[in-house]
């Protein structure tokens, strides 16, 4: 294939700017030179995750911040509340397990969003839960759930937490840290920030840094407050991934110029358009409550082999998507629409499906999807 499209929720596309300039000769990362792209990108970040706060970087992926926001505002024996809905919600009771935490979980149905009423009920049987663990998008199901209004009803009790995921809803959705009332978010690089795997963000509300002080859980290269003593000087405590942060300064600068507001239109329309071609195919939608802009996630039909027809797009068609996990594998497909993807993309992903199922033998009308999902970005364009 001359071309090659990466249409998986992450990692997700770069653009050419940003590899350009990543692949400019290293510099030293305790230089004035660095400490400035450092300050730049940092000030960036505080508007896309809508914080007056410090954000971290970090060197890591985005699960070593959702360990990090763990280890550094906790103690061993502290009741947390998880909510348990997809891949990645497993992933915070793990890692609460992991670190000696009491777990209380809502289970739901993957493909479910959690409500406001379910944490209440959860958090007044026990008044005793020091945070409340959850994604903002959960990416393993496509589905997002309503973290502002989970905020309100969190930050009225003064000695608790909401830890948020935000790492596939953190420049797709609009995020208000400090209006909402959230104490931290978790990010990543290679989803909404158009960058290769490698950089994790974290932003701490000024509670979260108070917890920080009585927490017991051991932590080294996790250790926060020596970050933020070594951040806010414009350097890191440990060595930075220097080309990765070079090229997220340039990506913020991008996001920034295009607008906010139009990032996160842009990830609507091609969210709507996605999910309106997938229906007009026939598909059934993975999300049943409040579907994710980061990806869309449709059930095959039961005698479909999910797992040979995406390795047939990446490999023979030169389009990747993203295949189930867990008990989810090889039945249902998962199609990204975030970061360096636009509505020509969006038409790319429906058209090449409609011609990947036809070669799997299902009963699709060439162009249906394709013409559901014009209608939709019709209605966008001025």
């Not at 009920?121 to 990416?139: F, G, N, R």
């Not at 996630?297 to 490999?315: A, H, Q, S, T, W």
Request: include cysteine; glycine fraction near 8%; proline fraction near 3%.
């Amino acid at each position: 294939m001359l071309k090659k499209y990466l249409l998986a929720p992450g990692p997700t596309m770069v653009p050419e700017r940003v590899l350009l300039d990543m692949a400019m000769p290293v510099i030293h990362h305790r230089t004035s030179e660095f400490s400035k792209i450092f300050s730049e990108a940092r000030e960036k970040l505080k508007k896309v995750f809508g914080t007056k706060e410090d954000v971290l970087i970090l060197a890591s992926s985005g699960t070593a911040a959702m360990e990090a926001a763990v280890v550094n505002t906790l103690s061993v024996g502290d009741k947390v509340l998880v909510v348990n809905a997809g891949k990645f919600g497993l992933r915070w009771k793990e890692i609460a397990t992991t670190f000696g935490l009491d777990v209380v979980s809502i289970d739901l149905e993957w493909g479910r969003s959690v409500t406001p009423y379910q944490i209440e009920e959860k958090l007044i049987e026990h008044p005793d839960i020091k945070a409340v663990l959850m994604q903002a998008s959960e990416t393993s199901t496509t589905v997002y759930h309503p973290v502002e209004e989970i905020a309100k009803i969190v930050s009225l009790r003064e000695n608790m937490l909401l830890i948020v995921d935000g790492i596939t809803s953190v420049g797709v959705v609009e995020t208000k840290m400090d209006e909402w009332g959230v104490d931290i978010i978790v990010s990543g690089s290679q989803k909404a920030f158009m960058l290769p795997p490698g950089l994790s963000f974290i932003a701490m509300s000024k509670k979260a840094w108070k917890m920080a002080e009585s927490s017991n859980i051991p932590k080294y290269y996790l250790n926060l407050k020596k970050e933020l003593k070594s951040q806010q000087k414009d350097t890191t405590a440990w060595t930075p991934a220097v080309n990765l942060i070079i090229g997220l300064n340039t990506a913020l600068g991008m996001m920034l110029d295009e607008g906010l507001e139009n990032v996160y239109k842009r990830h609507a329309i091609c969210a709507e358009a996605t999910r309106e071609a997938m229906k007009a195919l026939g598909f059934e939608l993975l999300a049943k409550n409040i579907p994710s802009n980061a990806a869309t996630g449709i059930i095959l039909p039961e005698d479909f082999d999910g797992g040979k027809f995406v390795k047939y797009m990446r490999e023979d068609i030169g389009v990747t998507f993203a295949g189930g996990q867990d008990h989810l594998k090889g039945k249902i497909i998962r199609i990204s629409h975030l970061g360096y993807h636009d509505i020509f993309d969006t038409i790319v992903a429906v058209s090449a499906l409609e011609l990947g199922f036809k070669k799997f033998g299902l009963d699709i009308e060439f162009g249906r999807g394709v013409g559901a999902c014009q209608e939709v970005i019709l209605k966008s364009i001025r």
